[in-house]
């Protein structure tokens, strides 16, 4: 298997719903079949897919599926970046964890949840620069 992710799928209980949070924090949906909601992002996409297909799609059922104990994560390029996109989801309806503060190895971090509880973790860590696209790497690209 190849050392990537390709497609991240979150299941949600309302499509449209979690489209309008999407929406709001300034995401451009792509076009795609009913049924699911797709955004491109750097080498990879989300897709927001109702949560009972998903379950029936794996054989399960949709209590079985759960929210898992993961987060989802955006770095930002400094600490200004980490504040406007938790003003960001303030603003879209997100339920704010923890606001933006400073952790002890040195970054600047903040927890949020979407609608359907999908947690997002927005940081900022000095010790890995993004690239010029903003593309994340765990050591940086500095600069490059």
């Not at 699911?36 to 897709?47: A, E, F, K, P, T």
């Not at 599926?65 to 309806?93: E, F, K, P, S, Y």
């Not at 600047?108 to 359907?116: G, L, Q, S």
């Not at 509880?117 to 940081?123: P, R, T």
Request: proline letters at 6%; charged letters at 25%; one cysteine or more.
């Amino acid at each position: 298997m190849d050392q990537r992710i390709s497609l991240i799928t979150l299941a949600v209980e309302d499509p449209d719903r979690s489209a309008s949070f999407y929406d709001a924090l300034g995401w451009h949906r792509q076009d795609t079949p009913e049924g699911i909601i797709v955004y491109d992002l750097l080498g990879q996409s989300l897709g927001l897919y109702p949560k009972a297909d998903l379950a029936r799609d794996m054989g399960l059922a949709p209590e079985d599926l759960g929210t898992g104990a993961m987060t989802l994560a955006c770095n930002q390029r400094d600490r200004a970046g980490v504040d406007a996109v938790v003003a960001a989801a303030r603003a879209a309806g997100a339920r704010i964890l923890k606001d933006p503060h400073e952790v002890f190895w040195g970054g600047y971090i903040a927890y949020f949840a979407d609608p359907d509880g999908h947690i997002w973790e927005i940081a900022h860590n000095p010790f890995a620069p993004l690239r010029d696209d903003g593309a994340f790497r765990w050591q940086g690209y500095d600069g490059k």
